[in-house]
């Protein structure tokens, strides 16, 4: 049974007096916190914690992983928070503890097995530092190790996992101690009749072949002393799983993997590791195609060493050749570059190891075919730049970090980008703005007949999203500038009491050259989309001669108000500060490349933007059946379910929500910003009117950003 004594003996041998009594103290206070609790064995918990630490410190981990492992169960399993982690052991052990309870949260649902490898980078991503992953391997080893008292079906979930994912992990960071006892673990629990037969089958054949394997360790020996080679020779055993593996997808009989004899060479230096090799290779002759030298090309995991198949008597013999560094970077892997070896800020000092290796390992492989391939790989699993989240069926995106739902919906498909409304993160309604953390689960809510804003251009982040919304947006665009633009020039000529057929062909031409435009529709396009103003064109239509005309003056003849309906397209939008409706006093500033942008009248970012711009006189028509949009906060009670209610009272008076969030939250009540599509001031009415019939509404006000005097 782990006890602390022994691991504190244990980390007595490689840190300092004041850094072992910070683990203690770690350990007294996780023992406080787990008081009472047992595992499934009987044992009290804390047993658990203690021997999760004592792993790591066979690693050599530096003493802030030591208490981060001690710890690691508090903040998902007691009272005991992060904050009053970090108040009591330092920020860098509460983010460590935060991170190992965030992965302990992810339910890892058996998958196809494309799944699992996105299950493993997902993991790699949710952990910023890479020792929550050594923490998290600790951890899921002592619990493999101790999985006996558990029920058959979480037994084998939890195995399924570990194969699937924590041991492709281990062995991506290259800790094969790990890695092996994981994957053996990991099979026993999943198939224990084939385990245990091949543990038989192993240990009979030992017994018959152990005159072979010291003959041929003799023999090896024998050709190191000759040529005067310093090292020593250690004889292999195939782990169990590998075994089976061999056999599922090599198809290969069990005798016929263990007639191969496995033997390791440790030398002092890698110069002495290619002369090992020419020494066993003049010893026995080696089989054509199998030798590989992973010391000049390393594996993708930092691992090196020589590997050769030589042919014994009867007999195939395996040996790898490495330097007693390279035996500890296969066993350790990235923990063996992480390694306590100074006292001097340890974070720092870890994390320039961690580079010196990353950079150690560039080097190397620069040399390699597939160098490229191999950063790419090492940046993926320890840096990422990808995020992954889960569908509501428990499959994985990929996303480039910082995305935000809208990303989301478009990766799945662009119908449903272009129709989303909202979106639940976790289950909660969340802002379609919120960007997304590795690990959540996102749920898109679409409307029919919703269409993407111009704003979410710069909500989205990925490629696909962007191009997508431009995409629908230039569409869409052309049509509605032209339209507008014909509809704007039309009324100027009319307020002047004048229309097409007072102009000659011969000046409009005149007029569209001055313009620098190729046609008449260009011209419409151009006025659309606010590079021209349309009081100008039409004085310059009807003008006999000369072109110049003063823009001040045409600004103040302009009074005659412009019928507008609403439906005029893109380029016609209406402000985001004050949303206005059908029945609003308005206005409308023609700002370049939006269009003319209508305002509600006195809306103080109005005032603001018409500094240097033209005001347009604009007029509702009357009878207007098309949607408006109108930004909505409510004051609510908190209660469970009352969001729902509140979409359902907008919904039951006919009116569309397009998006609805939580603004501010307490434990009394919610802020909500809800964005509805209504008909009108009147239909407005109704919609406020429901709400307020909620009991839980304490205050509903209309989002309108207006002079206090003009005031909704
Ligand atoms: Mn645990």
Redesign the pocket.
């Known amino acids: 049974m782990p006890s602390i004594d022994a691991l504190i003996d244990r980390i007595d041998q490689y840190l300092e007096p004041d850094k072992v009594a910070l683990v203690r103290q770690a350990y007294e206070s996780a023992k406080t916190a787990h008081e009472g609790q047992f595992r499934r064995s009987g044992d009290p918990y804390i047993i658990?914690?203690v021997a999760?630490a004592r792993i790591l410190a066979d690693l050599q981990m530096d003493h802030q992983t030591l208490m981060a492992a001690l710890l690691?169960?508090v903040i998902?399993d007691t009272d005991v928070s992060k904050e009053d982690l970090a108040a009591d052991f330092g920020e860098s052990v509460a983010e460590l503890v935060d991170g190992?309870s965030k992965l302990?949260q992810i339910e890892f649902k058996s998958k196809a097995e494309a799944q699992a490898h996105n299950f493993q980078k997902m993991t790699l991503a949710m952990a910023k530092d890479i020792r929550v992953i050594l923490v998290k391997l600790a951890?899921r080893l002592?619990?493999m190790r101790t999985l006996g008292p558990l029920h058959h079906e979480k037994r084998r979930r939890i195995a399924t996992e570990t194969l699937d994912i924590y041991a492709p992990i281990a062995n991506r960071l290259g800790i094969n101690s790990i890695r092996i006892e994981l994957e053996d673990l990991g099979f026993a629990a999943l198939y224990p009749m084939r385990s245990k037969y091949i543990r038989k089958a192993v240990k009979k054949l030992r017994g018959n072949h152990n005159e072979i394997i010291e003959d041929i360790q003799h023999s090896l020996e024998k050709c190191l002393e000759q040529r005067n080679l310093e090292g020593h020779i250690i004889g292999r055993e195939k782990h169990l799983f590998s075994i089976y593996n061999k056999m599922k997808y090599k198809h290969k009989s069990f005798h016929e993997i263990m007639d191969v004899y496995a033997f390791r060479v440790i030398t002092k230096n890698e110069e002495d590791c290619y002369r090992a090799l020419g020494a066993v290779h003049s010893a026995y002759k080696p089989l054509p195609f199998r030798f590989k030298d992973y010391i000049a090309v390393p594996k993708v995991n930092g691992y090196q060493s020589l590997h050769t198949t030589l042919f014994g008597k009867h007999v195939n013999i395996e040996i790898q050749i490495r330097t007693d560094d390279m035996e500890d970077f296969a066993n350790y892997g990235i923990a063996a570059h992480w390694q306590y070896k100074d006292d001097s800020s340890m974070t720092l000092a870890n994390q320039a190891r961690i580079d010196r290796w990353l950079s150690s390992l560039k080097q190397i492989r620069d040399h390699a075919d597939d160098s490229m391939e191999f950063i790419e790989h090492v940046k993926i699993e320890l840096f990422p730049d990808e995020i992954y989240v889960f569908t509501p069926k428990g499959d994985i995106l990929e996303l480039p970090a910082g995305a935000t739902p809208i990303d989301f919906a478009y990766s799945i498909h662009t119908d449903i980008g272009n129709a989303c409304v909202a979106c639940r993160i976790n289950k909660k309604l969340a802002s379609l703005s919120e960007p997304l953390q590795s690990g959540q689960t996102v749920e898109v809510i679409t409307a029919p007949g919703a269409k993407p804003s111009r704003a979410w251009l710069n909500i989205a982040v990925s490629a696909k999203a962007k191009s997508s919304i431009r995409h629908y947006l230039k569409q869409r665009s052309e049509a509605e500038s032209l339209d507008l633009g014909k509809a704007l020039i039309e009324k100027s000529l009319s307020s002047i009491k004048k229309s097409w057929k007072d102009i000659g062909e011969e000046h409009l031409a005149k007029v569209l050259e001055h313009n620098q435009a190729d046609s008449l529709d260009e011209l419409f396009i151009n006025v659309g989309l606010g590079n021209r103003m349309p009081y100008i064109i039409a004085r310059q239509l009807i003008a006999n001669s000369g072109m110049e005309i003063d823009a001040e003056q045409a600004t103040s003849d302009d009074k005659q108000h412009l019928m507008i309906k609403g439906t005029e397209g893109l380029n016609l939008s209406f402000a985001k500060c004050c949303h206005p409706i059908p029945g609003d006093p308005i206005i409308g500033i023609a700002t370049g490349p939006s269009g003319l942008v209508i305002h509600s009248e006195g809306c103080r970012k109005a005032m603001d933007k018409l500094q240097n711009r033209a005001k347009i006189h604009l007029s509702w028509v009357k009878d207007i059946t098309d949607e408006f949009v109108v930004e909505l906060r409510v004051e609510l009670e908190r209660q469970r379910g009352i969001i729902a209610e509140l979409a359902s009272a907008i919904t039951r008076a006919e009116a569309n929500i397009e998006r609805i969030g939580v603004e501010e939250q307490n434990a009394r009540m919610s802020v909500v910003n809800v964005v509805i599509h209504i008909q009108g001031r009147r239909h407005l009415a109704r919609v406020i009117k429901r709400i307020r019939s909620l009991k839980a509404v304490i205050r509903l006000n209309r989002v309108v950003d207006t002079h206090p005097k003009n005031g909704a």
Do not use: G, K, R, W
Request: glycine share 0%; proline share 9%.
């Open positions: 658990h914690p999760v690691h169960d998902e190992v302990t951890d002592h619990n």
